[in-house]
């Protein structure tokens, strides 16, 4: 199952996602792939591109929690994005889905 969010949280940029996830589209859904695109910065990209590929296997309501361990892992340094930004535009998306 395909999901194209786009959204504005508080505290960040416009952001877009597209994610494959396994259905059924529950809040335990593991994500399959992931692509978060976006009016933020991430600085190096490289990195940031790493990051996404380590959130493949993460369920959806565990999303926002590594997205923000990830980053200071992988000495990311992110403007315009967080974790409970991904949350909020996935909590939409679960709320209309159910």
Known sequence: MRLELVGKPEGCKLLRMTIDVEPPLV??????????????????????????????????EELGKKFDGLIGQNGLECLGITGSGLDEIIQKELHNGI
Do not use: H, N, Q, Y
Not at 28 to 46: H, M, N, Q, T
């Open 27 to 60: 809040p335990s859904s593991r994500i399959r792939s992931l692509s978060i695109r976006g009016d933020f910065f991430a600085v190096p990209e490289e990195a940031f591109d790493e990051l996404e590929r380590k959130l493949e296997g993460t369920t959806l």
